[in-house]
């Protein structure tokens, strides 16, 4: 039990380090700076920052939420972020079976633990990113569509490939009886990304779950006057939501949805 707690507690701090960077990339997707050997710096006074300015969450609680060289606001991104990365991570951990000793672990489950902690990765950037710059950034979602297809080729999931094909073709076809209005091309990539991590039929419970997440915030947003009907907001962040909601309940959801039909 001290080794699992010790694991987790690696696990979570991990989690920041990595949501850190997530910020850094974020940010760098959008303002075209290289996103490996760049110095971290303040976005208004343009001062570089040390690693006293740097330490997730923690640095954002000590300054306040501002600069120390200029007082300007820092995005509550940054810890929200950094925060999320180290609990999903840590959630990721949990439910492939939080094994305690990394010496007594097959290889493979090394490498799913790696990809199911990358693909939560790809969620964080890919919510964090729409819902700011409203794009699902193709720099991020290519690569995590090709890894996907490798990874699931090497585990002979040939169904999880069909799952991931099945899905973009979804969100393509919602494009085309929308004209171009409903959704857009980050989201069929997304799609078909969800499909291939979640396989089926647990992608069908992912989309399911990002829909009505969707409409329900959507209602909301119309109901607070905060949008007008017509108006779009960003999707990306619900098929996140959605995805990683799939990730652990996926199974739990489907056979509870089957078992009150069959009632």
């Not at 999320?84 to 990394?102: N, R, Y």
């Not at 209602?219 to 995805?243: D, E, M």
Request: contains cysteine; glycine residues 10%.
């Amino acid at each position: 039990m001290e080794e699992i707690s010790l694991f987790v507690v690696t696990v979570f701090v991990v989690g920041l380090l990595v949501g850190s960077f997530l910020n850094a990339l974020i940010y760098r997707l959008k303002s075209g700076e290289k996103i490996l050997f760049s110095r971290s710096h303040c976005l208004k006074c343009n001062r570089v920052l040390t690693w006293l300015d740097l330490i997730p969450v923690f640095s954002w609680l000590i300054l306040r939420g501002r600069c120390r060289y200029c007082c300007s606001p820092i995005s509550i991104q940054y810890p929200l972020v950094e925060l999320s990365t180290a609990l999903l991570f840590v959630f990721v951990f949990i439910g492939l079976g939080a094994k305690p000793a990394p010496i007594a672990v097959e290889i493979m489950d090394l490498v799913t633990l790696g990809f199911y902690l990358f693909s939560a990765a790809v969620f964080i950037v890919v919510f964090a990113y729409d819902l700011r710059y409203g794009l699902i950034p193709d720099k991020v979602i290519l690569p995590a569509i090709v890894i996907g297809v490798l990874y699931k080729s090497f585990l002979g999931r040939w169904e999880d490939l069909l799952s991931g094909l099945g899905a973009g073709l979804f969100f393509l076809a919602i494009i085309w009886l929308t004209k171009g209005k409903g959704m857009g091309g980050g989201d069929v990539k997304l799609g078909a990304f969800i499909g291939l991590l979640l396989g089926w039929p647990n992608a069908l419970a992912g989309l399911y779950l990002s829909f009505v997440l969707g409409a329900i915030v959507s209602l909301g947003l119309i109901a607070t006057r905060r949008k007008k009907f017509g108006q779009t907001i960003p999707f990306g962040p619900f098929l996140a939501v959605g995805a990683i909601m799939a990730m652990f309940y996926g199974n739990w959801l489907i056979d509870w949805y089957f078992n009150a039909i069959l009632r």
